[in-house]
Each structure stands twice: as structure tokens, then as C-alpha cells.
């Protein structure tokens, strides 16, 4: 890549593209920003946002009505003198990869992604680049996930014999994303759900935005046979099934020690992230002739060289670096 070009991005306490001065999924308020899904830690209460209509609704949701530009899925958009483009990543409702383009370069960054398909969100779509800058939480050979069905079935397994036994299978899981994934996926298998207040409230901005999520209610403190309980992570119960069994929906639960950890009965690896083999699979389709890992352990990046790629780790405290 000639090095006499102006950079395509810098970091600045989190990734900035230098020509449009458009800060990426940042924390703290900033003038201009793409939000790449409305998961909390990648929101801030930016006084102009660029994300997808159904990531703007969910933004809406947490943080209130703010200025914000619908950047449809594959609808390019010339701003701030590049061009801006939204791919599905899989992750959640609206969930996003941005490919911004220079004329010259193109960057990819994925934001969370998984490869596997979603019950209620768009599957991934990556477009090659460049420049890829992708977020590699489990980025080590342990967090090699099961196949998505094997996990689903072990959930399905796991409720059915719990209701069979007539206790309540509480289902602890992520309030925006895994927890309506969940309840999409017990609805289809004919399994009706009750979620807690916080949870129920995010369903209903799925709702909006055309997501089926089948036969599911408010719970409002008592719950009858048949019937699952999801609840966020943690939450306590006013009124608590007198009998219940708790599971943990998470990729974390590759480790044994997961269920101790969370205090559930039982752990599934159930993720919306891209596990480890997802994530090297993700940068020999994005085929960029440099990688920068973030959110992820160092050794991806020399698992990333070995593939016979350029990759550096990006998001150090101190890294003040122009690329």
C-alpha cells in the first residue's frame, strides 16, 4: 500500500476515519459517529449518529431521540469524502460492518460479528478491503464453538426436560440480541416464553422493526407450565419460581468453569460472536493486505501473520499511531 497517501484512519482513544473525522463506535460523545449496533458498550449520546434504521430505533430506545442518519444494508453513501457502506454482521438486530472507501483504499471494520446464521438478525456479509480492522474476542484456539444446531438442540433438550419435570427453565441472556435470539428459537420449537420487563421492552422494538419473535409476554410474576423464563444476567425475581432450573446462554460456556462462574445450573455456547476459526475464516474472505486486531488477545495477531498476513494489534491505551 503506498505510504505517500494520507491516512485512511487514526486512532484517537478509539478508531477515527481521518478524512470524514467520523469516530466508530465510541463511548464518549463525539460531533460525528457510526454506531455499528446498540449494544451499550459501543453507544454514547453523540450529537449526530450514522447507523442503521434498526440499530437508530434501538439507539433511540436506550438513549433517546437524537440526530441520526439511516444507513440502509449495501446502500452506499457518499460522506465526508468517502463513501460509506453497511454490510450485515450477524451480531444482532441492525448489527453492522462499515466499508468506507477513499477512491484510492477501502477499509473494512466488522464491529462484533459472527458467520453462522441469526433467527432475528441479518447473517454476515463480508465484502473484501484493503484495510480490515476486526474485533476478535475469541481470538485463541480454546473458543472453538460447536456447531450452532448442536447448541440449539442442547437448549431445546435442556428446557424440554426441564418443563417435563415441572420446573421453570430460567434462561439468563444478554437484554438486547441473545436475549430475543433465545426466544425466537424456543417460539419456533413450540416452546412459549415469558421475559422480564427489560427484556420485554427491547423485544417490542424488535417487533417494530418486523421481527417475529412468536408467542412471548411480559412476565409479571407468576408463570404457568409450559412455559420459559428469560431474564438479563444476574436480575433478581420479585416473585421467583418456587421450582426452577437457571442456563446461561453463552460462547463463554466453552469453559467448564462458566456455569460456577455465573452462578447457573447449566452453561451453553450458544454465541453471537464469531468464534476462532470464524475469525480467521473472516480475514482470508476480507483478503486485506493488513490486519489490525482489537477487543482480542495479542496472539491472534501472530495467528493472523502465519495466515501470511501484515497484522497489528490496535486499541492500546497509549497508541496515538496515524495509519
Known amino acids: 500500500m503506498p505510504h505517500h497517501l494520507p491516512p485512511l484512519f487514526h486512532w484517537e482513544g478509539g478508531l477515527k476515519l481521518t478524512k470524514a473525522?467520523?469516530?466508530?463506535?465510541?463511548?464518549?460523545?463525539?460531533?460525528?459517529?457510526?454506531?455499528?449496533?446498540?449494544?451499550?458498550?459501543?453507544?454514547?449520546?453523540?450529537?449526530?449518529?450514522?447507523?442503521?434504521?434498526?440499530?437508530?430505533?434501538?439507539?433511540?430506545?436506550r438513549l433517546g431521540t437524537r440526530p441520526a442518519l439511516p444507513v440502509p444494508y449495501r446502500q452506499p453513501l457518499e460522506w465526508g469524502g468517502l463513501r460509506l457502506t453497511t454490510f450485515p454482521a450477524g451480531h444482532c438486530l441492525g448489527s453492522a460492518m462499515l466499508k468506507a472507501e477513499d477512491g484510492q483504499r477501502s477499509l473494512l471494520y466488522t464491529g462484533d460479528f459472527k458467520l453462522d446464521e441469526s433467527a432475528t438478525a441479518e447473517r454476515a456479509?463480508?465484502?473484501?478491503?484493503?484495510?480490515?480492522?476486526?474485533?476478535?474476542?475469541?481470538?485463541?484456539?480454546?473458543?472453538?464453538?460447536?456447531?450452532?444446531?448442536?447448541?440449539?438442540?442442547?437448549?431445546?433438550?435442556?428446557?424440554?426436560?426441564?418443563?417435563?419435570?415441572?420446573?421453570?427453565?430460567?434462561?439468563?441472556?444478554?437484554?438486547?440480541?441473545?436475549?430475543?435470539?433465545?426466544?425466537?428459537?424456543?417460539?419456533?420449537?413450540?416452546?412459549?416464553?415469558?421475559?422480564?420487563?427489560?427484556?420485554?421492552?427491547?423485544?417490542r422494538v424488535y417487533q417494530r422493526c418486523g421481527v417475529d419473535l412468536g408467542r412471548c409476554e411480559l412476565f409479571r410474576g407468576e408463570i404457568e407450565a409450559g412455559w420459559a423464563l428469560i431474564v438479563p444476567p444476574g436480575a433478581g425475581l420479585s416473585d421467583e419460581p418456587a421450582r426452577q432450573v437457571r442456563i446461561a446462554v453463552t460462547g463463554w460456556a466453552v469453559d467448564p468453569r462458566t456455569k460456577y462462574r455465573f452462578g447457573v445450573d447449566h452453561a451453553i455456547p450458544l454465541s453471537d460472536h464469531a468464534d476462532y476459526d470464524q475469525l480467521l475464516r473472516a480475514v482470508e474472505i476480507v483478503h486485506p493486505q493488513v490486519v489490525y486486531c482489537t477487543h482480542g488477545p495479542e496472539s491472534f495477531v501472530e495467528r493472523v501473520r502465519d495466515l501470511g498476513f501484515e497484522a497489528h494489534p490496535l486499541g492500546r491505551p497509549s497508541q496515538r499511531r496515524l495509519f
Open 21 to 61: 473525522d467520523l469516530a466508530v463506535d465510541f463511548r464518549r460523545r463525539q460531533p460525528r459517529a457510526f454506531i455499528s449496533h446498540a449494544h451499550s458498550d459501543h453507544l454514547a449520546r453523540h450529537a449526530y449518529a450514522l447507523a442503521t434504521p434498526e440499530t437508530i430505533a434501538l439507539y433511540h430506545f
Open 125 to 203: 456479509e463480508l465484502p473484501t478491503a484493503d484495510v480490515l480492522v476486526i474485533e476478535s474476542t475469541y481470538g485463541t484456539p480454546a473458543y472453538r464453538l460447536p456447531p450452532r444446531e448442536a447448541a440449539i438442540e442442547q437448549l431445546l433438550t435442556l428446557v424440554r426436560q426441564t418443563l417435563a419435570e415441572g420446573a421453570v427453565p430460567v434462561i439468563q441472556a444478554y437484554v438486547l440480541g441473545k436475549s430475543q435470539e433465545v426466544t425466537k428459537i424456543l417460539t419456533a420449537a413450540g416452546i412459549p416464553v415469558m421475559q422480564h420487563p427489560k427484556v420485554f421492552e427491547v423485544s
